[in-house]
């Protein structure tokens, strides 16, 4: 069985400050929640079906969202270099974006335009759930930092595990 073991944890630069801060939600689930993803969280078509809704509120525009990824898997890495998500803070999602970055952010399910300028923003990130469990066995860290017109700023980390077998039985039959 694929086992992959995934962690959600908002360091103390999540917390925001104040209450006019941005809130970053993952829906029906808790940043500080860990949880073991497995192939019994999708459907016989393959798709991840757990949820993997995200929503963003502010209370004055969006004016920048950055995007970090940090990974042991060396495909992953040098997917982050190419698209210039290993620099320091991230890219941001706000400014203009290459049509290639836009169609792999965009495929994992993260907003690639229209975002400035935002109050409210949804975004669905199954596909990267699939992704990972399917193609990137490793530790992923994803940081997103939301920042507003008036300053305010929040920044969550999504630390993921995948593809890893936990504790496998192995029996061989007849033998000790």
Known sequence: MDVTTMS???GESGIPDDTDAPVIEWVNHEFQESFTLTDTMFNTAGEYVEGAEFNIA???EIVSMLLGVT???????ETAVDLGLDVE??????????????????GWGFPTSNIAGQTELSFDLSKLMKSLHDEYAGTHK???TVTDKLGSST???????????IDPNIIWVGQN
């Open 71 to 77: 990974s042991t898997n060396a495909d992953l890495n």
């Open 142 to 144: 994803f940081t997103m």
């Open 89 to 106: 803070g991230g890219l941001d999602l706000t400014s203009s974006l290459s049509s290639t970055v836009k169609m792999i952010l965009g």
């Open 155 to 165: 920044t969550v980390e999504l630390n993921i595990t995948s593809g890893l077998v």
């Open 8 to 10: 959600f944890f908002v």
């Open 58 to 60: 502010t209370k004055s």
